[in-house]
Every structure is written in C-alpha cells, then in structure tokens.
C-alpha cells in the first residue's frame, strides 16, 4: 500500500508571505511550495503577479505520529497571524520520479516525423521517421500546436539538398526533424544560451550532431548563411521584429516559414514580410495558432 | 518558440539538497515536469550554496517544458542565521528572542535587494527590519 502525506497549505497575505513561509519551513525542513497567483499573459509575454491577492504556501507531511506532531506544531505557529488560512488534504505517495511522464507519450503528426520519448519503446511506421526526445528545460516536446504545425509543415518542404535555418530552436526538435526528413545541413539560434545547450545534446542524442550548427543569440542582418528554408517558431512580435532579417538569409524562391502565432495575428504578420520580398504560400491553423508559409520572390 | 505559459511555481529548497520526495515530486509532477532534469540542474547550480535556502522560481509552458531562475535567500532565514537563532518568536510584540545589529540588516537588504520590492538599500533595510520585528528579533 502506498504510504499517505498530508498537503497543508498556509493561504496568506502577500504582507505575511516571508514570517510564515518561515514557520512553514521549521516543520519541513526538506522544503516548501509558495504558489503566488499570476495573470498568465500573451506568448513570450510571460505572466504578471497579482500583487494584492493571497498567496498559498504548501508543506508535505507524512502522515505519521511525527506528521501529527510537526501539523499540531504549524497549527499553534499561526496563532498569531488570524488572517491566514490553514487546510490540510492527503494525498498517496507516488514515484515522483517517474510519474510525470504520464503526460507525455508518443506524438505523431500524422507525417513522417514522430516523437518518442526515451522511456518509450515504439517501433515506428514504414516511412517515418523517429526523434528521440524528452521533455525537459527548452520549448519544443512536440505537445504544443505550435511545434506539430511546424512538423508538418518541413514534412512536405524538407528535401536533399538544401540548407535551412531554425530560428527559435528550443529543444531542437525542428532540427532534428528537418535532419531526419533528409535536409543535409542545418543551422539553429536561440536567444536562449541553455536552450542552446539543451538542442546541443538532443542532436547528439539523435546521432545527428554533425548535421546541425547550434549557437546563442539573435538572428542580425549580417547573418553569414543564406538559405532555401527558414523556420521561426517564435511569437508573433519576434517573427515581425526579424522581417529584415528573414529578407536577408532567405535565398530567392526560398521558402519561410512562419509559426507560434495567434490566427488572428496572422494578417499582420505576413503584411510585414511582404516589403521583404515575401509572398504568401499557405497557411495552417491548429486550435488557436497558426503556422504562415511563405515564398521569396 | 512560442513560449505559452502554463504555471509558475516557487520552490523554496535547502541548496543542492533537490530529490524527487515532498515537495518537489508533488509540486511539480502535477504539472509534468522533468523532476529529475530539474532535481540535477538545480543541485548543479546550487552546489556551493549549501547551508542555505535557495528558492527556484519555475514557468512552466504550455507543453510542459520549463525555465527556472534562483532567488535570493529568505530574508527571514538570513535574519534567523546572524541572530544565530532556530526560530522566530511565537508572539513577536511580547518575546524577543535575538539580535541582529544595523550592519546585518544593511547586509541582508544588500543581498535581497534584487528581489526586493524597493527602489535603493533604504527602502530594502526598511523592509527587512520590518521581517525582523515580526519574528521578535530586535534590532540595535
């Protein structure tokens, strides 16, 4: 039988949040949640803290003799703070360890390129083609919109011969993909450094090391490389910001392709590629987002 | 990436001491994070902090993958250190229960202040003597 832990949770006035978290952290000593309530914002707007609002500091107990002793203990420590809010639900242990990758499982596109994480034995279709990949610190498990319009998209573009560029990279995915789907060579930029690092140890997961030049830093007009495809899962305001960039590195009759953007951005956006030599091939939409497809004259 | 966040959440963990037990696995396995890719990075980055609580503030995105950034130590357990205490005071306006000198309080406001809400070292001192008074520590 699995053992039972006791989640308290301490809901206090943001004044109160450091003196209680203090008590809190006496009686569990192997550390401490504190949830402050966020407005979640717009893609790569991240989130804004709701200031005035209680925030909810949580503690795990087991539910032993011990358990008791240090809830009783918590109780008699709030006395002196009337205004927070003490309750205290059971909850089974688990294998944490492990348990979180009920979320995840086996993501095919309904294309070539399949996702698979590497708890996951999956033998994969005729035809198609298996990237190895767990979830981890970059965007890009392939469980967003974003990520399989993107898939799908470099499954009917992605051909020998070419070079393409993977602005946004994240966990590297994209790379991977287009490398597996037959492009030889490719180049991937993230502004984030541990992004970076993390798409670095994907390829090399995947075997395609070689294939892929990944670095840190934001795609500028001087950009050595030119082009037949580019990619950009990013967010609306970012592809827009790079349009010049994009004219810069996409090579005549190359494709761009455009992702991580909301349907109804997508107007504006392909009105800022177009000054840049860019003409609108197609367009995908999956839930909310929409993926932008197009062509350089 | 279109970076869509799902949650944020602080963990608040004795430096290099991560593990997939209470309150990490629970905390986090509800959002499907990669405990142990967290567990090893934040032990990684915490190693020579040890002694200390580091909190980790995670966002989570909406496909589950995560950032996380450290903090500063709270404040309170930086008062509870140079007062060389274990615990504030149950009934801090009646019992006292250390000291802590100006000079400390100007140190801890000094290594708070990028997390503080307070525009120079006057207003972090402020808020920091403030945690002190409510923990019944003085200060002379």
């Known amino acids: ?297 | 990436m279109a970076k869509k966040v799902r949650a944020v959440v602080t963990l608040q963990l004795p430096a290099g001491k991560a593990n997939p037990a209470p309150p990490v696995g629970p905390a986090l396995g509800q959002h499907g994070v990669n405990i142990m890719e967290f567990c090893k990075e934040y032990n990684a980055r915490t190693q020579d902090k040890a002694g200390n609580i580091i909190p980790a503030q995670l966002t989570i995105f909406e496909d589950r993958s995560f950032t996380f950034i450290l903090k500063t130590p709270p404040a309170a357990d930086m008062l509870r250190k140079a007062a060389g205490i274990e615990k504030g005071s149950g009934s801090p306006r009646l019992t006292k229960v250390g000291k802590v000198s100006e000079d400390d309080i100007r140190k801890i406001a000094q290594t708070k202040l990028p997390d503080l809400n307070a525009n120079n070292l006057g207003e972090a001192m402020k808020i920091i003597e403030g945690t002190a008074r409510s923990m019944g520590i003085e200060v002379e």
């Open chain 1, 1 to 297: 039988m699995s053992n039972l832990w006791f989640e308290i949770t301490a809901q206090v006035p943001p004044s109160l949040v450091e003196e209680v978290s203090d008590l809190v952290r006496v009686v569990a000593p192997g550390g401490i949640t504190v949830e402050e309530p966020v407005d979640i914002l717009g893609p790569e707007e991240g989130f804004r803290v709701r200031g005035d609002e209680p925030v909810l500091i949580r503690a795990y107990l087991p539910s032993s003799e011990l358990g008791a002793v240090l809830t009783e203990d918590l109780r008699r420590s709030m006395e002196p703070f009337p205004s927070v809010e003490l309750t205290a639900r059971p909850i089974f242990e688990q294998d944490w360890a492990v348990s979180w990758r009920e979320f995840f499982g086996v993501v095919d596109t309904g294309g070539r390129a399949v996702i698979v994480p590497s708890w996951i034995e999956h033998e994969v279709g005729p035809g198609q083609v298996a990237i190895r990949l767990d979830p981890g610190q970059a965007f890009g498990t392939g469980h967003h919109e974003t990520t399989r319009l993107c898939l799908a998209a470099l499954d009917s573009l992605a051909r020998a011969g070419i070079a393409m560029l993977d602005v946004g990279t994240g966990s590297g995915v994209l790379s991977i993909a287009a490398v597996k789907l037959g492009i030889p060579s490719v180049t991937a930029i993230d502004i984030d450094p541990v992004a970076a690092e993390i798409a670095r140890r994907n390829c090399d997961e995947n075997g395609i090391g070689a294939e892929v030049s990944i670095s840190a830093g934001v795609l500028t007009l001087d950009h050595p490389g030119r082009y037949e495809l580019a990619l950009s899962n990013i967010s609306t305001g970012a592809n827009i910001g790079l349009a010049a960039a994009f004219g810069a590195v996409v090579k005549p009759r190359g494709d761009l392709v455009l992702s991580g953007i909301l349907a109804p951005d997508s107007r504006r956006v392909v009105a800022a590629m177009e000054p840049h030599g860019f003409r609108l091939a197609a367009m995908a939409h999956e839930r909310d987002w929409c993926l932008i497809h197009l062509r350089k004259q």
